[in-house]
């Protein structure tokens, strides 16, 4: 409750006196229920906790938003956090949206640095993109050394241009399926099958070409 509050302070020296507009979230309910939900909705896993970066926030109409709303709720929600063990897959982003039927008022998502969607992601550990990370969207993503595949590794020559289909299911597990490689992918020291859908547990890797992935879904 201490990154709580101290975020309900920081806003409330900042718009002391101010009111929330008819019909729109006031900053302040905005931020606490923000930040409920980030700790709510974080994701455990391996001694890793990350937190969701993506902020929907409804209105009941978007033409009076206040001026610099998504901003500030970006900023505060950011200083707040910036001294935790909590990891992002992106910075945080705010989605202004019309309220409608179902939609709460406040939401929080995973998504990438453009705000696409994400149900999981893939961390490189070993090759020649160690360290990188990329989201697994709601279609799914493939990983090879073209330019066409959604995770590209082009200086990994032992990989086929598109090596293996990445999917989150639904049940928190990840699906892989590797696409007919030359050279196969393996998980531990076994090659899985060509061409046919294997599920794994969440943060299992996988070898394909001279690179390791470790895969998770939310």
């Known amino acids: 409750m201490g990154i709580l509050r101290s975020l ?3 806003i409330e020296d900042k718009i002391e006196g101010k009111q929330s507009e008819s019909g729109n979230l006031h900053v302040l309910e905005a931020s606490r229920l923000v930040c409920r939900l980030l700790l709510d909705n974080k994701f455990k896993v391996k001694g890793r906790i990350f937190l969701p ?6 209105f009941d109409n978007l033409n009076k938003v206040p001026q610099n709303y998504a901003d500030e709720l970006v900023r505060l929600v950011s200083e707040s956090m910036s001294a ?11 989605r202004l949206m019309q309220r409608r039927e179902g939609l709460a008022t406040v939401e929080v998502s995973w998504s990438d ?3 696409k969607v994400a149900l999981g992601f893939i961390e490189c550990t070993e090759g020649p993109a160690k360290g990188g990370r990329w989201i697994i969207p709601m279609e799914g993503t493939s990983i090879g050394r073209g330019a066409d595949a959604g995770v590209c590794i082009a200086a990994d020559l032992m990989m086929s241009r598109r090596h293996l289909q990445v999917t989150a299911a639904t049940d928190g597990r990840v699906i892989l399926e590797d696409l007919g490689s030359s050279n196969g992918t393996f998980i531990g020291n076994k090659v899985i099958p ?3 859908k294997v599920v794994i547990n969440n943060g299992r890797a996988a070898s394909l070409g001279n690179s390791t992935f470790v895969f998770y879904a939310f």
């Not at 935790?84 to 705010?94: H, K, N, Q």
């Open 8 to 10: 309900e302070k920081a």
């Open 113 to 115: 640095s453009q705000g």
């Open 84 to 94: 935790s063990t909590f990891e992002l897959l992106a910075p945080f982003l705010v």
């Open 53 to 58: 970066n993506l902020l929907l926030i409804s």
């Open 194 to 196: 060509t061409h046919r």
